[in-house]
């Protein structure tokens, strides 16, 4: 026992000697950057789901200049291709590496143990370790908000609804909006065309083209192209955009968007490998956070909407309104939350019920 | 909107939804006639797409557009046509090779233009019957390469059972060592079917960027170039089959949207399998005879031919 103390107690000295040189070392070429790393699902584009984390990139670009160094390697496969990818950043020196898509989830967990020193953070995932944080946004703070502004717009009292996949996020998004759209015109009716695909822009386009059809005046999407928003612009009814700023494709359509916005997350994550005290967290920040912002709105929005929009930004902002505060029914009529309640964090990312107004039963 | 306008508006999206299937798959058709199998229809589309839109962004016509969406298609053609005809590579290794590389290259070319809003394609109402009710919106009031899709499947089933070039096409496809003997250069006339499957894939990828979604992003087609190619077997290499395929797919895609905008209770899952599912069930039954299957199926396709062998 006492030469194993012994032996500990040695090594710890030579293991803090080596910490203090390097230290020193690192003192000395104080100007070797922090390389970071980011791993992009889908090529960068300008909007979208992964244009959002370029944009994040660029923020710590600009707030910490030459003190660290980015590189990012975009359209790449979630699974096996995953991993390779990962490893190879993590080989490569990259201190802290970003993996921004739900597939990650496992090679970064598989490559976070084989590279105990380098800091990983993964974005919507749940499986954490000791150097890997998980990251998430409360995209249906957004979604309630852009709701608001859907169901002050609507003449036809029906809105349609581009989907992807039925999963819990994306049901969360389409029930948050319709209670944001319910909250300020009961008789809404929301209409939900799934399309099967993240990124099909003739198929999206199609889709927003049916509900048009059938009545819709305002379209929004939960799929990655613009497709949804060009197609509101030629056939002159609104649309909100979703992810980016998408005004662009649709100047007179778009009404605003639900973006996601990275930039202070990722400059935190950055400051905390810098100071060293990077720790393992889980984050799931939204309005309050500055995590999930309103693209600004258009100018056909009239100034008592944009004041009730303002209005409920600022009360779920400070927590006095939650967008699944009780009651809630779904559209059976069954009911979810009681009133004086509001939905679990657990509820939340498991939702597999659409809410009173959304028409059609869940896949 | 009434039921009448409902159906208007799936029939209408039914042709704009099969029109870039019907372009890729006539060329595939024709390429596959003369016994070349091309599996780069993916990515020849793609390179159309961007050819196309940069094109229109730069000189702000979208005919100029089309015309450069014909060229990149051909160009890439003739680098498949090069390897398979000239250096006698392996047709399927290089046709996927061609997806990827049209693939990654359109994505190459077009970043700079990501974003860039451009006017699409309009319709050309044809004056007067544009006019008549619900016939006029279904077939009179299609925007220019609607009309020239059609104008292409006459052209080609025309060609092909009613001319001498396409005997000769076919004879290529069926036997190239006979075709060969009776002194017609193989090579030559797989080079030229080649050449039109690309400057047709050029056209469905035109139509996609230019018209269907007038905008250029990554990887647009989004598996269109592969539907295509599935088209024409199961069409059995039959032009007049694979038309109605492609209306099919595009019609039973752009029905079961709309199914789902009217509130009906479907499973998506259901509705996404059921474009697939309907193509398939119907060619196959309208294509069941097996003897015929075999005698439409070109007996050379995919084989290597070197005049000297």
């Known amino acids: ?14 293991a803090v000697a080596v910490i203090a040189v390097a230290a020193g070392a690192g003192l000395l070429r104080a100007d070797d950057p922090l390389k970071i790393g980011f791993v992009y699902v889908s090529p960068i584009g300008d909007a979208g789901w992964t244009y959002q984390h370029e944009l994040g990139r660029q923020a710590i670009i600009a707030e910490f200049g030459d003190r660290i160094d980015t590189s990012y390697v975009e359209s790449v ?29 496992n090679p970064t967990i598989k490559v976070a143990r084989q590279f105990p020193n380098v800091t990983f953070a993964h974005a919507t995932g749940y499986k954490r370790s000791d150097n890997v944080s998980t990251y998430l946004a409360r995209f249906y703070e957004g979604r309630y908000l852009t709701g608001i502004v859907a169901g002050s717009m609507t003449k036809s009292n029906i809105i349609g609804y ?52 059938q009545g819709a005046d305002v379209v929004t999407q939960h799929t990655d192209s613009t497709a949804v928003v060009q197609a509101a612009q030629d056939r002159e009814v609104y649309a909100i955009g979703y992810h980016s700023d998408m005004s662009k494709y649709g100047p007179d359509a778009h009404l605003t968007a639900s973006t996601h ?19 393992s967290t889980d984050v799931w920040g939204g309005i309050a956070q500055d995590m999930v912002e309103l693209a600004p709105l258009n100018d056909a929005v009239p100034a008592d909407v944009r004041a009730q929009v303002e209005t409920a930004r600022e009360a779920i902002s400070n927590g006095e309104l939650h967008p699944f505060a009780g009651p809630v ?32 039963t869940l896949p | 909107m009434d039921g009448m306008d409902t159906a208007i508006a799936i029939l209408v999206g039914t042709i704009r939804a099969g029109t870039p299937l019907v372009f890729a798959a ?45 060229a990149a298609g051909i160009l890439l053609s003739l680098v498949f046509g090069t390897l398979t005809q000239v250096l006698l590579t392996n047709q399927v290794a290089t046709g996927l090779a061609l997806t990827i590389f049209g693939i990654g290259m359109s994505a190459f070319i077009g970043l700079d233009f990501v974003g860039t809003p451009i006017e699409g394609l309009k319709p050309i109402p044809i004056p007067f019957l544009a006019d008549i009710p619900i016939v006029g919106p279904l077939l009179f009031n299609h925007d220019a390469l609607i009309y020239f899709s059609i104008v292409m499947f006459a052209l080609v089933s025309w060609f092909l059972f009613h001319s001498r070039g396409g005997l000769i096409l076919r004879a290529v496809g069926e036997s190239h060592h006979a075709a060969h003997a009776i002194g017609y250069s193989v090579v030559k006339i797989r080079f030229l079917a080649v050449m039109f499957g690309g400057a047709m894939a050029g056209l469905a990828g035109a139509y996609l960027s230019l018209v269907y979604t007038p905008q250029w992003a990554e990887n647009m087609t989004a598996g269109r170039g592969w ?10 290499w039959r032009p007049g089959r694979v038309l109605i395929g492609a209306y099919l797919f595009g019609g039973i895609t752009i029905l079961s949207l709309h199914v789902q905008a009217v509130g009906y209770d479907v499973s998506s899952h259901l509705v996404a399998t059921l474009p697939y599912l309907a193509t398939v069930i119907v060619l196959a039954m309208i294509s069941r005879d097996a003897t015929k299957i075999r005698l439409n199926a070109p007996a050379s396709l995919g084989k290597p031919f070197h005049p000297g062998a």
Request: no cysteine; net charge negative.
């Open chain 1, 1 to 14: 026992m006492k030469t194993d103390q012994k032996l500990q107690r040695i090594t710890a000295f030579f």
């Open chain 1, 77 to 105: 496969p979630e699974g096996a291709d995953a991993e390779r990818v990962i490893r190879q950043l993590a080989a490569d020196g990259n201190t802290l590496i970003f993996t921004t898509s739900f597939g990650y989830m």
């Open chain 1, 162 to 213: 581009v989907a992807a996949f039925p999963i819990p996020e994306v049901v969360r998004g389409i029930n948050a909006f319709t209670r944001g759209a319910r909250s300020v015109n009961p008789d809404i009716e929301v209409r939900v065309v799934w399309v099967s695909s993240w990124y099909d822009p003739g198929k999206e386009r199609e889709a927003a083209e049916a509900l048009i059809d």
């Open chain 1, 261 to 279: 916005v990275w930039n202070g997350y990722y400059i935190d994550s950055v400051n905390a490998v810098l100071g060293g005290g990077a720790s």
């Open chain 1, 329 to 360: 029914n779904d559209n059976s009529g069954t009911e979810r939350v009681p009133a004086g309640e509001v939905l679990s964090d657990g509820d939340l990312l498991s939702m597999d019920y659409y809410v009173e107004g959304v028409q059609g």
């Open chain 2, 26 to 70: 006539l060329g595939e058709l024709i390429a596959e006639k003369s016994g070349v199998l091309n599996l780069g229809v993916e990515g020849m589309m793609l390179v159309g797409a961007v050819a196309g839109f940069i094109a229109t962004v730069l000189t702000g016509n979208p005919y100029f557009g089309i015309l450069a969406a014909i």
């Open chain 2, 227 to 236: 539907i295509a190619l599935a088209l024409v077997v199961f069409a059995t």
